[in-house]
């Protein structure tokens, strides 16, 4: 059975400084992997996705994630954090059909 | 471009009562997903639908019935609401019609109430 982990509930991070957010998962064969951003009473938005190739993925507003295999993880990261970018993250992962399994969320605090 | 539109908002109902979910895309998507979202839980997914005409269950479908209206449209029912289905819920869409990679969009979300 697919599952995700988001292993912190909340990160805090000083403006400017590196921040990471975790996520570990579990699926059956070779996994599709997602960022999704989510804002006070907005739906989600698309950060950025794994599919095959390289382990270092980058997408929207600065952030990029790292793949690995032998962990079965897949971070996001970015490397100056701005206080806009306080936010509720979710990790997502899919085994090639249509289920998409959705971590539980961290939410990163970023401080000025 | 819209993208991905809800109606209604906002709902409170009391226990045992129906209503209907609207979603519509105007990105010309063929896949299209019904998820709900509690505190502490991420995103669960209800139904989805491949393809016009067609429609599958996700992970917790029970007490709700969908309808794929037509290529832009994807409703969701619920029949007879409970205090459990208290949720923000979230419609979707994706351009394939076969899951894998593809990227989700996301509307704004309903919250809905069950008393």
């Known amino acids: 059975a697919q599952s995700v982990a988001q292993p912190e509930d909340q990160v805090n991070v000083a403006e400017g400084n590196p921040l990471t957010v975790k996520c570990t998962y579990s699926?059956?064969?070779?996994?599709?992997l997602f960022w999704y951003v989510q804002y006070p009473n907005r739906g989600l938005q698309f950060l950025l996705k794994?599919?095959?190739?390289?382990?270092l993925v980058k997408g929207s507003y600065g952030f990029e994630a790292e793949f690995n295999k032998s962990q079965t993880s897949f971070h996001l990261k970015k490397p100056s954090a701005l206080v806009s970018d306080s936010a509720l993250y979710f990790c997502a992962v899919r085994d090639g059909g249509f289920k998409t399994i959705f971590g539980a969320g961290t939410r990163l605090f970023v401080k000025a | 471009n819209a993208g991905v539109t809800q109606t209604p908002k906002f709902q409170v109902l009391k226990t045992g009562q129906s209503m209907t979910l609207q979603c519509a895309q105007d990105m010309n998507h063929n896949s299209m997903y019904w998820y709900r979202q509690d505190p502490g839980m991420g995103l669960r997914l209800i139904y989805y639908?491949?393809?016009?005409?067609?429609?599958d269950k996700g992970e917790v479908p029970n007490g709700y019935n969908v309808s794929r209206l037509n290529k832009r449209e994807f409703s969701l029912r619920l029949e007879s609401a409970a205090p459990s289905q208290t949720s923000v819920y979230f419609c979707?869409?994706?351009?394939?019609?076969?899951?894998?990679?593809?990227?989700?969009?996301f509307g704004p979300g309903t919250r809905l109430t069950v008393l």
């Open positions: 794994y599919i095959t190739g390289d382990n």
């Open positions: 979707a869409s994706s351009l394939g019609t076969s899951g894998g990679s593809d990227t989700q969009y």
């Open positions: 699926v059956s064969g070779n996994p599709y």
């Open positions: 639908s491949a393809s016009e005409g067609t429609t």
